[in-house]
């Protein structure tokens, strides 16, 4: 007797696996972390909705048994955004990379934040474009090459947990796939937040990324993830010459804050009358 995975029935029967995902591609992962933690959170497949617009991360629906939006460039949220307003009680979660959701998509990313509109957003940052050719993104490390910056970049990189916090998102957390047991929870308590969630996940692109900056394999840039990251409760007793050049990994913000659908029902209330 075939025993299936648990997993197995969150995946959208009919198509080609493997996923159309470089070999290494960390991105796979991700999608393991963000099917079980919405098994652990025992979330219906039917209330369940994933938005992407276009990039590697943005493949994601395709794969995954949920409702599903695959939309245009850097418009994920946007899109994201009717449908919760639409209809609030669905778990909207929003599949995005580093180029799609802070340079084309950033005034969405940076809006959604402000109004703490109730959506997941899982950023997966490989900082750089890997669909397209190679070009260097928002969070691409300063000095670091790529298709159109072959001597390194010289634009310093966003923090995309840093800027969903003085947008206004009540939740910021950022992990690895390496640390796939600790992106598993930061996702779950993303799932679990009323008002605008983000959680960046690390994820080694070794085809572009990797071979333009000469960083090995994906082993190899895995291994640099366990090597170069603190968690951020740790770094906050260690002295700045200790964390200078790591990746500071974990919860940042966790605050409660009325979510923008609750809001703006109530205004919808006050002008059919139902509250004076």
Known sequence: ????????????????????????????????????AVQKLGIPRDQMVMVSGIGCSSRMPVYVDFNSLHTAHGRAIAF???????????HVIVITGDGDALAIGGNHFIHAARRNVELTVILLNNNIYGMTGGQYS?????GKRASTAPYGTAERDFDPCALAVAAGAVFAARGTVFGVVELEKMIQQ???????????????????????????????????????????????????EKTAGKIITGVFHDAEVTPYTEVYQGIIDKAQGQKQ
Do not use: D
């Open 190 to 240: 993303a799932l679990a937040k009323r008002g605008f969630a983000l959680v960046e996940a690390l994820s080694p692109c070794p085809t572009l990324y990797g071979r333009l900056n000469r960083e090995g394999n994906a082993v190899k840039m895995i291994q640099w993830q366990k090597e170069n990251t603190i968690n951020a409760k740790a770094a906050a007793k260690l002295p700045p």
């Open 1 to 36: 007797m075939i025993t299936m995975h648990p997993s197995f029935e969150m995946l959208r029967p009919g198509k080609k696996f493997p996923t159309v995902w470089c070999p290494g591609c960390g991105h796979g992962i991700v999608q393991g972390a963000i099917i079980r």
């Open 138 to 142: 928002p969070t691409t490390p300063i």
């Open 80 to 90: 994201a955004t009717g449908v919760k307003l639409h209809n609030p009680k669905l």
